[in-house]
DNA sequence: GGCATTATCTGCAACGATGTACGGAAACGG
DNA sequence: CCGTTTCCGTACATCGTTGCAGATAATGCC
């Protein structure tokens, strides 16, 4: 049987509450007291029990985060991230895989996984505005992405469009006018996707190019799917010189694919992405692609949600954060 | 204030306990007794409170996972998978980020952390058996990887040594005779690392080429510790025309800096991994690998872990599981 | 010196479930 | 027909903390 706070009590002669108020740095204790019980503490090797902690307390002590699947990379770093940064303020972080599938979605921001945790960081992709707000209960819950963007929640992203737009500049500066998009429908304009694909659309516009629909590639945002589109933009004969894979993984894809298929990278196409996943720098050619400020978002998603759970937080309108970006230029769109 | 059993009981006329027992499975209720108290919890949309069952009941249905990195792509699929299969079962993983820090790891191992799970998944990489041995308390451990090789321990690993010389042989009969080695000490016999690089040497001998510990580059296993040993080696001006990659990410490093030295891969050197990871089928060239059987690896840990945790496995001696391997041809050494 | 105030510590109840023990009714056996 | 067994359900204690409401002693103030 494990030491409890009445085991320490005893062996320091004092009673339970006090140990209890010791530990939870209560003001008035003389420090002699303190000693003997840190003493009793040290000496049985007392550890707090953290289930009936949050049992009385309401708190666990945990951050719950969904997204759709762990695997993807860009998803893999941001929680490795998100865990290092709860950590620092003494919280650990639950994963829970959604697999973009609304009912799973809404089974982590009202089942037991919500009961689990004090908070949570939420990437909707199924889900709708509403049907979140009408059910999440009353934890704090803050958005990552942008399928939902409204002022009831609190949300916690990156620059899209700018981001998207500079992307495609940079694709356009380079002589590149037929730049095929990957990862979106051609008439989206809500959504990571959506907003991206209206970045692109922007940087045309800048320059007085058309927007040609057939250029535009749907598939989800997996390193098949990439390579998938460009196999079948090459086989519909649509001529392009330039690709615009909206995540790195749809870019590597498509790279792979192009290059499968005997075509030149960058020399007859240029290939860009955007996340700036690790892979990217070490891919050959190496990815031209935008970093969209991962640790700014882990650091200010994590502050912002445990600023809402021990209430330092208290605007009553969503706080919205936009992290910054930087182009990453490289071989594959030099 | 969330419904409680209590609310439940008065609801459905029963007592508290009542409720528990139709909860749990109890065997003597009557019908028309269960239903009313079905009936009365789907009224109220009453939901066990986990943390208390925990503390009364001692479980946490949660298995924590130990790992050095989650951003590792190997880790990111493990973890994944594991999450996926335990949920099957009904449990949740917790993961803890060790970052290869003995003190980290030993937190991990009885601190906090071990208390919020009813069983590890732990893959020691500071940690040597003994001090693993000595600390672990009451709770289940199966390990994972090969750092700790012990009849204490469960342990579930795969074929390490066999696919190396898989690997490896497959080198050496498309011709190459010069195979750097890319992850280990030259000297390494014990840990994953120890166990690759035996294969390795195994494939040398059966081959009748002698071994030149000049091609073993150490480095930890990511894609920038793989490029710089490249570099070195090439640097060093030490002649090779293979380089075998301990790891995926380490081969693809590797592959990187070969590329951007303009040297031809495969035509120069090939480039040959392990792991299986799914960026290996999309890099460019796509790489030669070995499959570990992630799926045998997830399915028989997690399996393995939840049947000590369940008394269902009750060997004395360590289980020891090993899963099969797939040796992966493709364009980086065909 | 008397009374309010501050400092220090304590006991009891409660968080919401489960384990143990037991009571009464129905079914069964001889 | 009575004792035993099998069902079905209940009451109470308990898991290990923290919140609340004191109790007691020490100090400050006039």
Redesign the pocket.
Known sequence: ??????DV?RAA?????????V??D?????P???QRVHDAIAELG????L???S????KTRMLGLVLSDLSAPYYAELASRLMTVASRRGYRVLVEQSGAVADTELTALQGPFRQLTDGLLFTPIAMEADAVAARRGTKPVVLLGEHIVDPRFDLVTMKNEEAATAVTAHLLAAGRRRIAVVGAYPGESAGTAGLRLNGYRKALDDAGVAFDPALVAPGEWRRDSGAAAVAGLLDAGIPFDAVFGLNDALALGAMHELLVRGVKVPQDVAVAGFDDIDEARFASPSLTTVSPGMDEIAERSIGLLIDRIEGLESADDGVHVEAGFVLKVRESAP
Do not use: C, D, P
Request: charged share 20%; aromatic share 8%; no cysteine.
């Open positions: 049987m494990a030491v409890t706070m009445n009590a002669g004092v009673s339970l509450k006090t140990v209890s108020n530990l939870n209560y003001e008035f204790i003389r002699a007291t303190k007392y550890e707090a029990n289930t009936a902690r049992l009385r307390s309401g």
